[in-house]
């Protein structure tokens, strides 16, 4: 379908959706918006102007204003204004001076909003472009302020990411300044896809990372442009998206729009809120709100904490969390979300102060943040409340333990509940084989989950990794009595010296292995990834601290527990222990003396964190003398529960695992190794367990499907009922949550690298001949990298054999190995690669920084067309066979419809009917032409099979517009039936004609 017919598509729904197309602002150039703004302004502002519109000067003096727009932020807060209006200053010609207001956030869908649609505007004045004119597809303006730039493409000639490129590109060359400053999303479409994302603050941030599809209420990928549109950008929902739904990044001075997700999450808290309001009930169990780790629930909290605290009935919103470390971080990331006039309203609080705020009637709401355990301290002290306010709890599976949130209940009479977590408690549900030990549900505790969004879901977005869990026995465990009790076992293995020298030696000797980069011309960075040994108590952990001390010295190590760990010897030898690994820290570092902060453990804690996550002054990138010279790498980080929740940094790539956990707390410390990074350098996280290792990969499994599937207060997915272990196996593996077994994933490498050396040798030095084979080499390369790569972190060694398994995944008695010899073999495959690349147009080369994404971006074939232009402009010179098989030949990987545009040409070259040479502008205007032509050719031949007016059909055809329904489409349906009656069509055959007529036009 061709991009024109599929604009008007979009433009007739978005109609449908409450826009107003403007015909006459579009297909002009781009100060015509000007004008209309001008406009707008003189209307909405008519009082303040006193009737008297703006002249030339005051306008020029609004636009001189939008100067100060420098980025996308800039511009959202100015939309946000004061108040929920936006606002200019202006000094009049007679010296008055009044705010025109620009926007207005909080009138949807009314009061003074106006939405507007234009298309195919052009920009000829752009102060970066060598180019004479660019022309955008569809912008949407609210109130003449253009807030959505739209692009769509046509699905059989190009993709969503060069319409990406296109809206860099458009940066670039300056498009978005003055009026097109306010651009705060831009929009992808095409029949079958559509994505969206928010403007970055200039041309070199963007990431398509950033760039999100859209789930519905149920989590369903949408697809459908159509569908999409009505979801997305209708009216009132674009509104919100580009007002509510972003979040300005102070601290990187940048934009953020929220995911569908989190819009819904949000949604369904304040929809329950305005039941209850409407109602004038006050509930105290308001819901949950299960997203996985990883996947922003701190931006998501943040949104409905500054929503909730500007209903008006609500006094104040409390968030509270379980770590005092969690409050002030969360508090940091709040303040950056907010916009400053209420950045104020964003206190840390402990009992006395609360007390002391709460006791204040009058002034605006606030969101106040402090500990479960300082709020329950302050409850048992006499504090309470009888005013409405709202309660939001963080990780609430753990925050919510205990009978403080009963104490807390009871004290806050008119206090409504909501829970954020990662991983909600849930009963057993025997009927869908999920099995808990859960004796409480956060059901209990919160009431009704309100949306959720899964680590499959997650998995599937790219917004987390999977997970590559490996086990390992040793020997001391092996060993043991069989008889053993728990007690004895631990006391006879697990604490027991050779055991602990045995998990040191192993992560050791494994150190380069699991933590290095990806290989790059045969070589793997050492010491690019963290790592996290997690043990039973503190006891263990100055244990395993001292043994890495003595066996793995070269390695760099630090410790680290909390004041309320209880576990093992007395608390003043472990209270020496620390602060010696504290002082063994800040003497190889170099850091001050924690020892002189107020709470030295909590200095020193953020220092390591800080280290840990890359964050200032750790995010510098150091040659290895500079790193000799003054340290910067941490290696291992030894802990026993600190850390193992709310702790995030994309660079921890493996936690090791010499403790028995289940189920949620499990999941919890799994996901410190999930975070996104470079997928060649880190395609899964990586967990390594040392104790019980068959108990484990069960607990594992179990823990998976608990958190994909839920439990009895969730709606299980259909197609994952009552399946067993090995099923549920297969279908973690295939959501790509658990990593595949390397056997498989090498039994399918194999076939694909014996293709790659068909093409450029055994030795991969031969350059493939003809530009089809280099695309389709470079295709397969890229691909054929990223999987071994992928196995190369799963601790694979190029070269080496392995067990090989059955098409069951059962160990068949056999070995395999990769038909690569050695690492040296693996970059010369590399090396060809680039040489490739780079022989290829520059259109035609993959991102090998970015490979996955380049594959799917070249996963048609592309042609060269500058060079097709050259050559039928030459075979216009001399129509002589030899030429025309030339072009025959580069043609030849097109589509059908495509190719025979062009032979058409070919055929009026020969005949006379083109005598002037083609640029590709002009011969794309002439195959939309010969398409046209086809396409009349091709409904006439269909309307006479079915006997009816050929000029009838082509009218009706003229009407249709791809993904819009009969109903929704007048124009269309009166033609058909004007038609149906001239044909006497009776009741049955007028159903049949309707479906095949419209079955026919969307395949044109």
Do not use: C
Request: hydrophobic share 35%; no cysteine.
């Amino acid at each position: 379908m061709s991009e024109e017919k599929f604009e008007q598509a979009v433009i007739e729904k978005l109609k449908k959706e409450g826009w107003t197309y403007r015909e006459d602002l579009s297909n002009k150039k781009a100060e015509v918006l000007e004008q209309n703004w001008r406009e707008i302004l003189n209307d909405n502002n008519r009082i303040k102007l006193k009737d008297k519109p703006l002249s030339d000067n005051e306008f020029d003096n609004l636009k001189l204003e939008l100067t100060h727009n420098k980025t996308p932020y800039d511009a959202q807060l100015l939309l946000a204004g004061a108040g929920g209006v936006g606002t200019l200053p202006l000094t009049r010609d007679d010296g008055s001076q009044l705010e025109i207001e620009i926007f207005y956030g909080d009138e949807v869908a009314g009061g003074h909003s106006r939405y507007e649609i234009v298309n195919q505007v052009t920009f000829d004045k752009l102060p970066r472009t060598l180019g004479h004119n660019r022309r955008i597809d569809i912008m949407l303006l609210i109130n003449g302020l253009p807030v959505g730039h739209i692009e769509e493409k046509d699905e059989s000639r190009a993709n969503q990411l060069s319409a990406f490129e296109q809206f860099q590109k458009y940066d670039s060359d300056g498009m978005y300044k003055g009026l097109f400053s306010f651009v705060q999303v831009m929009f992808i479409l095409s029949q079958h896809s559509a994505h969206y994302f928010a403007r970055p603050k200039n041309s070199m941030e963007y990431n398509r990372e950033f760039l999100f599809g859209w789930r519905d209420d149920d989590g369903k990928d949408i697809s459908d442009a159509m569908v999409f549109i009505h979801q997305v950008m209708g009216i009132p929902a674009l509104h919100r998206l580009v007002t509510v739904n972003m979040i300005p990044d102070a601290d990187n001075d940048n934009l953020m729009v929220m995911r569908s997700y989190q819009i819904q999450a949000t949604r369904a808290i304040m929809d329950r809120m305005r039941v209850m309001e409407n109602n004038h009930l006050v509930e105290k169990e308001g819901g949950y709100v299960w997203h996985t780790t990883g996947s922003g629930k701190t931006v998501t909290s943040f949104k409905v904490a500054q929503l909730l605290a500007a209903l008006p009935r609500v006094r104040h919103v409390l968030f509270i969390v379980d770590r005092v470390d969690l409050v002030n971080q969360t508090a940091e990331n709040f303040k950056s979300f907010a916009y400053e006039t209420f950045e104020k309203r964003i206190q840390v609080v402990n009992g006395g102060a609360l007390r002391k705020a709460l006791k204040q009637k009058n002034g605006p709401s606030n969101i106040f943040l402090t500990t479960v355990q300082g709020l329950d301290k302050a409850v048992k002290g006499g504090l309470e409340s009888d005013e409405r306010m709202v309660i939001l709890m963080d990780e609430a599976h753990r925050s919510a333990s205990g009978d403080a949130v009963a104490h807390i209940k009871k004290a806050f009479s008119k206090t409504t509940w909501f829970a954020f977590t990662g991983t909600p408690n849930f009963y057993s549900d025997d009927v869908n084989d999920v099995k808990t030990t859960r004796s409480v549900s956060t059901y209990d505790v919160f009431g009704q989950r309100l949306h959720r969004y899964t680590i499959k879901d997650a998995i599937s977005d790219q917004n987390v990794l999977g997970f590559d869990v490996s086990y390992y026995t040793p020997a001391i465990e092996k060993e043991a009595d069989s008889d053993f009790t728990e007690q004895e076992l631990e006391k006879a293995v697990y604490t027991s010296l050779p055991f602990r020298e045995a998990v040191v030696e192993d992560i050791r000797d494994l150190w380069n292995e699991n933590h290095s980069g990806p290989i790059e011309m045969g070589v793997r960075q050492p010491n690019q990834f963290h790592g996290m040994l997690a043990v039973s108590g503190k006891q263990a952990v100055v244990a395993y601290y001292n043994l890495f001390k003595k066996l793995a010295p070269n390695l760099r190590v630090a410790m680290t527990y909390s004041r309320d760990e209880d576990n093992g010897q007395g608390s003043s030898d472990l209270q020496e222990s620390l602060k010696t690994a504290m002082q063994d820290y800040s003497t190889f570092y170099g850091t001050h003396d924690f020892f002189s902060n107020h709470d030295p453990e909590r200095a020193y804690l953020t220092d390591v964190t800080k280290r840990i996550a890359h964050k200032k002054p750790y995010n510098r990138k150091l040659t290895e003398d500079q790193e000799t010279a003054t340290p910067q790498r941490l290696d291992l980080i030894i802990v026993s529960d600190q850390l193992l929740t709310g702790f995030d940094s994309k660079y921890v790539n493996t936690i090791y695992m010499d403790k028995i956990l289940k189920e949620g707390l499990l999941i919890q410390a799994m996901s410190r190794t999930n975070r996104t990074i470079d997928r060649n350098a880190k395609p899964h996280g990586k967990i390594r367990f040392f104790r019980k290792g068959e108990m484990m990969e069960e607990r594992v499994q179990n823990a998976l499907v608990i958190y994909t599937q839920g439990g009895n207060d969730t709606q299980p997915d259909q197609d994952q009922l009552n399946q067993d272990q090995s099923e549920m196996e297969k279908v973690l593996i295939t959501d790509d949550i658990l990593a595949p077994k390397k056997a498989k994933q090498i039994q399918n490498l194999i076939p694909q690298i014996e293709e790659l050396k068909t093409m450029a040798g055994e030795d991969f030095s031969v350059t493939p001949p003809s530009e089809k084979e280099r695309e389709h080499f470079v295709q397969l390369a890229a691909e054929v990298n990223h999987s071994v790569q992928r196995l190369v972190q799963q601790g694979y060694k190029i070269g080496d054999e392995i067990a090989d398994v059955d098409a069951q995944g059962e160990l068949n008695g056999q070995k395999i190995a990769l038909n690569l010899k050695d690492d040296s073999h693996f970059s010369a495959l590399q090396a060809r690669l680039n040489v490739v690349n780079d022989k290829l147009p520059a259109k035609k080369q993959i991102d090998l920084t970015n490979i996955q994404i380049a594959i799917d971006l070249y996963g048609r074939e592309i042609i060269d067309y500058d060079r097709l232009v050259e050559l039928i402009n030459e075979y216009m010179k001399e129509t002589v066979d030899t030429k025309r098989a030339e072009i025959e030949k580069h043609i030849a990987t097109m589509t059908d419809v495509e190719r025979n545009e062009i032979l058409d040409i070919l055929d009026g070259i020969v005949s006379g009917k083109y005598r002037v040479a083609f640029n590709t502008e002009t011969l794309d205007k002439t195959r939309k032409a010969v398409r046209s032509d086809q396409q009349e050719l091709t409904i006439r031949r269909w309307a006479d099979d079915y006997h009816l007016s050929g000029n009838a059909i082509i009218e009706a055809y003229e009407a249709f517009l791809p993904g819009v329904g009969l109903n929704d489409n007048p124009k269309l349906k009166t033609k058909l039936k004007q038609i149906e009656k001239e044909e006497k069509l009776g009741f049955f055959a007028i159903a049949d004609f309707e479906d095949d007529v419209l079955n026919f036009f969307a395949k044109l």
